[in-house]
């Protein structure tokens, strides 16, 4: 039997990601995308403004179900090309049963630009 868990790390390694909570200003298809996507606009505060993320969210979500909706994403990875699209963020989420992912929800009394701690 293999052993699936990731190696262990840090907590200082674990302090240089920077995870926040971002709220979905604006959501559109993204058919340039190799796999069904949406491109997200999301709101992060004054301090980091918005940014943009592209997410394979299309199975659980409509872009009408995602504005406004709180979201949580990785803000200091370096901005990756996707297609047309510059990434900024990395949106994070959780595989369903099947394999779509469902966004992580930061619940409810979160502001846009609060750290994960």
Known sequence: MSDDRP???????????DIRCGRVVDA???PEARKPAYRLWI????????KKSSAQITVHYTPE???????MAVVN???RQIGPLR???LTLGFSDPDGAIVL???????EPGQRLH
């Open 7 to 17: 190696e262990t790390i840090a907590f200082e390694e674990f302090l240089k990601v």
């Open 43 to 50: 709101d992060f505060g004054p301090e980091i403004g918005v």
């Open 77 to 79: 990875f370096p901005p």
């Open 87 to 89: 990434s900024e963020v």
């Open 65 to 71: 179900t995602l504005l406004g909706r709180m979201v």
């Open 104 to 110: 992580a929800d930061p619940g409810p009394g979160v």
């Open 28 to 30: 559109q298809p993204f």
